[in-house]
Structures are given as structure tokens and as C-alpha cells.
């Protein structure tokens, strides 16, 4: 195992023929079978054209004990998040460290608190679909085996089950077709150890399901949609098995469109688009603040919000997610009260880095201390999602130092870096050049949960596939489309 994690063995030695012959067929199969983003817009491009995803040349290894053991965790962590977004005193809590000093989230807990207050505590729809992504870095210290941490988990958005199926998919087709020289036919690469990813399935199947506890004939999923979303490909793949497997229809749309076209019935809280009666709506928007471009948009958020639609999250769990809950459930006694079972609160934990607050608690002031002596060991994180947003190491304390007010420290997390092995090697192939180098992945567990937010009972919980993102090893962070990462497949070693 350590031979390949530690480049020495793998991937194989390529010559420059070989090389050129698997990237001509690693874009042909992209192209072919719609492992497609949209192009840059910088190349004003428009939005007709696609371009294979960022891939890299070969899956990259993981450890097989530690991807069974992520998988093995999704239910309980689904649980647990679901339970986190009942638990309405707790989230107020968690509104009232970050009251005034994080907006974005003060005004998703507003309107969440209003919507209580004009439903007086009665939902329209008690039921809450998550469709959750729990992402996790190996971590190496110099004396021990590696072991996973969790880097966070998404409860909103969670992207690229669609493409990550696929991803699979590509790097078996290279290897069957005898594309990786040496390598293939070899012991190391064969189905077993390139295993089927079924993310794009088991996402669909979350919104199926969620769909049939609706139970209206005929009623659509509203997938919420970012205007020109360049990684609209990946929403589509689970719209196409929607309608495969469910023979569910979805519609598009953004936030200004619903506030357009949306339609709340007073009575019997019935949520339409366009005439049609909406049984899910899916948020792949509504994340990031500059996603709210009108007051309007909140109007419509507030809407679905108070409609009878099952919604996927809701503004709780969404509110779950924040990296401000990530690092209160750090606290074994705070964990405790939502997962009493002290054995899987164990195995959970066993995935925790250290995390702490930026407030006037002692663990603040630890955290301050931290920064001032070893802030190399430490990332930076406010309360947003989608990438490009943390500070590293010797940035963080300039950075915080030019926040002049100290309370506004309080809307951030301080988190201990996980240290991932760095001398794996691959390539990435981004607009069919490749590059070579050492690299870092990212493994994502996606799961499905759906719960009654009334009675707490769980309805349905299943693990849904995972994603294998990859970046350079010199990069901070990993996003895809922001030009930083990759999708991957896992090699299991
Ligand atoms: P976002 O919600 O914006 O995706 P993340 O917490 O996932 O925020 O951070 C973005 C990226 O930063 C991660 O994908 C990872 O590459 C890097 N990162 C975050 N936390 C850590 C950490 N504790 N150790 C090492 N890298 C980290
Ligand atoms: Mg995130
Ligand atoms: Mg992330």
C-alpha cells in the first residue's frame, strides 16, 4: 500500500505515444457519454458549448479499509445532521454566536424562524429530504498508518454524483482497452479495485423516493437552478435517472424564475411552477449569498419554504451544515445529545480533526494562542460554501488582524490542516493537456436521508456512492470548475 501512496510504483510510466493515445480517448469518452462542463465562460464560449471535465489520467489510489470505513459512517452521519436540523433550540444557539458578525446565515435563520411563525410551528410538510456529502482527506503522521478526517459535510448542493459516476465508468473503459501499457490486465487494476460508482443512481433514487412519500401523480421535482451553471451536466445526469428509474419529470429554474412563476396556494399550501404542482424541490442554489440577487429571490426561497413541497434541504438543514455546527459537534458532550450510541459516536469522532471557535470562551483563547504560535498547522473558515473562501496557515493571522473588530472573528472556524500523503503522482487532464505532478484527493461519501421532522422518525437513510476529487499537492484548495482540481476514480489498494 505505502509504495503506492508513496508514487513509487504507481501510476505506471507512460512514453509520450502512450500518453497522447489515452488522453485522445479519455476526451472522446467524455465527449461520447456527456462527462461534460460547461466552457469557460472567460471564452465566451456561450452557453451551447461543453468541454470534457477536468479528469485525471488515472484513478488515484485509497486505501480500501478507509473508503469501506467512510461509506460504513454515511447513515450514521445522516442521522446525525438530520437530527441537528430538528433540534431548532440548538440551531438558535448556533444563530446567536454568529448574530451580527455573519449575515448570510442570520438572514437564512430569520427566515426560517418566520416561517415557523406564520406555519405556527405546524409545516406544511413535514417530511425533509437530504441529500448530504461527507468529505474526508487521508492523514499521515509520520508514525502512524493513515486514517480519514472529515473536511466537512455539505448539506446543501453536494455536486458531481453525476459526473463522478461516470468518472468510474471512463477509467474502466482506459483500462479494459489496454491504454495504461504495462498496468493493465495487471493485478491492480481490475473491477474489483476499480469499482462501479453508483452516485448518479442513488441521488435519483433520494429524490424518487422522496417524490413517492409526496405521493401526487404527475407532480414534478424543481431542481434550483444557478443562471449559467457550468456544471449543469452533473444535475442532469440525476434528472435523466429521475425519469429512468422513477418516471419523474424535473424543471429548471432559477431563484428568479420561481419568484416569477412560482406559485403558493394560501389553502392548501400546494406549491406550482408554471402551472405544475411541485412534490420536490432540489436546491443547486440558494448556497452563496450573491445567489440572492433581489429581495425577490428571498421571497421565493420563502415560499417553497412555506409550501407543502418537500424540500431538499430545508432552510434548517441547510443552516446544519454551517462550518459553525462542524466544530460545536466536536465537543464530546455536545455530540453525545445526538448520538447517545457511545459506539458510533466513537467511530464518528475517530474522523474529527480539532476545531475550534474564534469567541471569548476558553477554547478561544486557545485558538488565539494557536494562531499566534504555530498557525502552519491551521486553515481558516468562514461560514460559506463552495470553495476559494478559507485562509491558510501563516495568512491567517494578517487576515484576521485586518478585520480590525475582534467580534467579527466569532463567524469563523479554526481548523487543524489534515496532512495528506504527498508523493502520490498523476495527471490531470483539463482541456485535453496534461499535466503531471503530486497530488491530493479528496474523497466525498454522498447519502440520502429522509425524515419527518414532526415525529423524527426516519423514513428512508442509504449511502448513495462517493466522489474522488483530486488537485495538485502545491494547490490549497480543490475546486473543479473554479480551475483548482479534478474528478477522479478510486483505485483500492
Ligand atoms: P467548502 O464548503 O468551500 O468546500 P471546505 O471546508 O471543503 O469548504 O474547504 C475547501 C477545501 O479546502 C477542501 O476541499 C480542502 O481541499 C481544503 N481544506 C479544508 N479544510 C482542510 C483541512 N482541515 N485540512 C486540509 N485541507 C483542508
Ligand atoms: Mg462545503
Ligand atoms: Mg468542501
Known sequence: ?????????????????????????????????????????????????????????????????????????QTAFNALYAKVADDSEFLNGITEELAGVDEFMSDLWKLHLEVEEMTEGVPAQPLTLGLFRSDYLLHTTPTEEPSIRQVELNTISASFGGLSSLAADCHRFLSKSGLYGVATGSQLLNDETMPLNPAARGLAKGLGVAHDAYGVKGSIVLFVVQNLERNAFDQRWLEYYLLEDFGVVSVRASLEEIAESGELDPITKVLRYKGRQVAVVYYRAGYTPTDYTSPATWEARKKMELSKAIKCPSLATHFAGAKKVQQVLVDELVLAKFVPDANVRSQLKATFADILPLDV?????????????????????????????????????????????????????????????????????????????????????????????????????????????????????????????????????
Open 361 to 493: 470562551s476558553d477554547l478561544g483563547k486557545k485558538a488565539r494562542k494557536l494562531i499566534e504560535t504555530c498557525p502552519e498547522k491551521y486553515v481558516l473558515k468562514p461560514q460559506r460554501e463552495g470553495g476559494g473562501n478559507n485562509v491558510y496557515r501563516e495568512r491567517i493571522p494578517g487576515y484576521l488582524a485586518e478585520l480590525n473588530d475582534e467580534t467579527l472573528w466569532r463567524g469563523y472556524i479554526l481548523m487543524e490542516l489534515i496532512e495528506p500523503p504527498r508523493d502520490v503522482r498523476n495527471a490531470i487532464i483539463r482541456a485535453g493537456k496534461v499535466k503531471e505532478g503530486n497530488v491530493i484527493s479528496e474523497l466525498g461519501i454522498f447519502g440520502c436521508v429522509l425524515w419527518d421532522t414532526v415525529t423524527h422518525e426516519i423514513r428512508q437513510n442509504f449511502e448513495a456512492g462517493w466522489l474522488l476529487r483530486t488537485k495538485f499537492a502545491d494547490s490549497e484548495e480543490g475546486g473543479v470548475a473554479a480551475g483548482f482540481g479534478s474528478i477522479d476514480s478510486v483505485l483500492l489498494i
Open 1 to 73: 500500500m505505502s509504495a503506492i501512496l508513496s508514487g513509487a510504483t504507481y501510476p505506471p510510466t507512460l512514453t509520450e505515444e502512450e500518453t497522447t493515445n489515452l488522453v485522445i480517448a479519455l476526451r472522446d469518452w467524455s465527449l461520447s457519454h456527456g462527462l461534460v462542463i460547461r466552457a469557460p465562460t472567460d471564452t465566451n464560449a456561450g452557453d451551447e458549448l461543453s468541454v470534457h471535465v477536468p479528469l485525471t489520467l488515472h484513478p488515484s489510489p485509497f486505501p480500501k479499509n478507509l473508503f469501506d470505513q467512510a461509506r460504513g459512517l
